[in-house]
């Protein structure tokens, strides 16, 4: 059975969880306080996984007669709830049908930051999400109820607010100070390597279906078995106040990191927005999802270390803060679709990353705030491609070595980009008198699949709901259908993870492994792409993995190859051909080419085909980041 907490506003005594088996009320909160907002726990999507406190040591299946017996099947967290939701009194529980012992706590690097420690995201600027419950991929609505609600668009931190960045850095910083003796970095800009916990802040309830007085949800993840949880501090439903929005935040991360609610009012994990003093410890306030029961004794910062470990070396908060300015763009000004951002930064204790942001601003809102770059010292500025004209808000937000953090923020102008040839475009577009236009959307058959007409990873996109998956993101190559990814989290739809963000296979670093477009084949059915090219004249010239292309469209086919007709198993039309060593340079359809003898992991390729590609490359090199040695 899947485990799931919900919680909504309450002015009044408060009513202790009630199990969906029986659905008889447990009992009632000895210290509910008239006038506090009663918290949230959140949909546990976790099974779970151990007692984080208190004598039992076994998780407990429902059952009428009483709390439950053991069952030792060990599931991890990460699974839908139900589409249904009962809502009884101030909170449900459903408690989880499983049991495990402690995970071993990862090796230092493996599964967590760059400084080696966990990362929770609070993600203040918005995000375009969907059913499911994974951070990287902004799959974060644990609802299935809302599988064919498609994408929906959450609303950033109080966004009209004139103060808001002053806002946000106080909530941020309240939330490291009651996370800073724990192995956690909270960062405000989503990381581009590692896996990360993200904190959603803002939006409504009712954006994902709930009524009442939920003002945030989250997984309960017994012993932490989840790197990659994502959860909701709805600051609309908070009226924005910093102070409740940053209690939320905190609480409903300590329950994605294996906590469950207490009846000490002063601890965090209190079940009601109320003023506290950190986590502390307590009774619990009801049976959680890690089999926890009343009568049980929650530690809360002692399971916190347990799960997470303890901070080493200074924790943020005890500096001051970075100073960054972004020297380019300035403040209202007019851009081209290459926009060249550069800062300038320092900090006491020594910048550790900057990481540059870009988001698209409709209706004087932005949202998204997608990473495009992280510059280590001494990289001061990166590119980037735009792919409409509109209004952008570009965000530097530095990062010195112990956590302390500042950001600014400016809005520019982009004009309609031009072209010569298609790749002087984002990919997916079209070079159409001399402007780079995103097509529409194919129209869906009525007799196809639904998501016929929507955009395939690595187009260009207007807005995630006309992607087939992922979101529609700004990225170093223009604002495309993507998702975001790790080592261990791979890129679908034929695109390659560069530094966090799956992009398009725009030139190959590498030779193309058998089966990949360009690699070695002999037949069509050796290639993910099911076309292997036609035996040519040369008996002894190897064939290669090709695919359909049109040659009017940006970046149809990697830099090594072109768009060109040619004869294949599937007919006549337009494929991707090799280029031999001959052949590299501008085609009359404006493919790209990069002569191998000049590529590389981390060096540039020559691109040609319009200077905007040259400036393209230079973006593309200037954003690689090297992650191997100690921050400078």
């Known amino acids: 059975m899947q485990s799931m907490y919900v919680a909504r506003m309450h002015i009044g005594r408060l009513p202790t969880a009630t199990r969906c088996g029986s659905r008889r009320e447990i009992g009632t909160l000895r210290h509910a306080k008239l006038g506090t907002l009663s918290l949230i726990l959140g949909m546990t999507a976790a099974w779970g996984c151990g007692t984080a406190t208190g004598p039992a040591e076994m998780e407990r299946s429902a059952d009428p007669s ?131 916990q993200m904190t959603l802040v803002g939006g409504d309830k009712s954006d994902v279906g709930y009524g009442g007085g939920v003002v945030g949800i989250s997984p309960g993840d017994c012993k932490n078995n989840n790197e990659t949880n994502a959860n909701f501090a709805f600051s609309r439903s908070l009226k924005e106040n910093p102070d409740q929005v940053a209690v939320t935040i905190a609480h409903e991360a300590g329950h994605a990191y294996g906590l469950g609610h207490v009846q000490n009012p002063k601890d965090i994990m209190y079940p009601s927005v109320s003023v506290v003093d950190g986590f502390l410890g307590g009774l619990a306030a009801d049976p959680g999802p890690c089999g926890f029961k009343n009568g049980d004794y929650q530690d809360s910062k002692k399971v916190l270390i347990e799960n997470l470990g303890t901070r080493q070396g200074e ?165 495309i259908c993507t998702h975001y990814c790790t080592a261990d989290r791979l890129c679908a739809g034929g695109l390659e993870c560069v530094d966090g963000t799956c992009l398009p296979q725009m030139y190959s670093r590498a030779t193309p492994k058998v089966g990949a477009l360009g690699g070695k084949c002999t037949r069509n059915q050796d290639c993910a792409t099911g076309e292997c090219s036609a035996p040519s004249a040369d008996p002894k010239a190897p064939r290669y993995c090709t695919k359909a292309c049109d040659p ?27 280029l031999g060593a001959g052949e590299l340079g501008a085609t009359e359809s ?43």
């Open 66 to 196: 009483g709390f439950s017996q053991p069952v030792d099947v060990c599931r991890e967290s990460g699974g839908l709830s139900p589409s249904e939701i009962t809502i009884i009194g101030g909170d449900q529980v459903i408690l989880p049908g499983s049991s495990c012992q402690k995970k071993k706590k990862p090796l230092v690097g493996e599964a967590l930051g760059a400084n080696g420690r966990h990362v929770l995201f609070v993600n203040y600027e918005g995000a375009d999400i969907r059913v499911g419950d994974n951070a990287l991929e902004n799959d974060m609505i644990r609802d299935t109820g809302f599988k064919n609600q498609g994408v929906v668009e959450m609303d950033a931190y109080d966004p009209g607010n004139a103060q808001r960045s002053e806002a946000i850095l106080k909530i941020h910083r309240q939330v490291q100070k009651w996370y800073a003796d724990i192995d956690v970095d909270v960062v405000m800009s989503r990381p581009l390597s590692g896996d990360y």
């Open 315 to 479: 924790a943020p908060g005890m500096a001051n803060p970075p100073q960054v300015k972004l020297l380019s763009p300035q403040e209202g000004e007019s851009v081209g679709k290459d926009l060249t951002i550069a800062v300038q930064s320092s900090a006491d204790r020594g910048i550790d990353h900057v990481t540059l942001s870009v988001s698209r601003v409709d209706g004087g809102k932005a949202r998204g705030n997608h990473p495009v770059a992280e510059l280590r010292p001494p990289q001061s500025s990166a590119q980037v491609r735009l792919s409409s004209a509109g209004s952008y808000q570009v965000t530097a937000t530095a990062y010195d070595r112990v956590g302390n953090v500042s950001f600014t923020s400016v809005r520019v102008v982009a004009a309609t980009p031009t072209c010569a040839v298609p790749n002087d475009c984002a990919p997916g577009q079209r070079c159409t008198n001399n402007t780079c236009v995103t097509p529409a959307p194919t129209p869906p058959s009525p007799t196809g699949m639904p998501d016929d007409g929507l955009r395939p990873y690595g187009q260009a996109c207007d807005k995630s709901s006309d992607c087939k998956g992922g979101i529609c993101a700004m990225t170093s190559v223009g604002q």
């Open 552 to 578: 009017a469209v940006a970046w149809a086919c990697p830099a090594t190859m072109q768009c060109a007709s040619t004869d294949g198993a599937t007919g006549n039309k337009p494929r991707c051909v090799m």
């Open 590 to 632: 404006g493919c790209s080419v990069a002569d191998p003898s000049t590529r590389s992991e981390s060096s540039g390729v020559r691109l040609f085909g319009g200077a905007a590609a040259v400036v393209l490359l230079g973006l593309w090199a200037a954003t690689r980041r090297r992650r191997s040695g100690p921050a400078l």
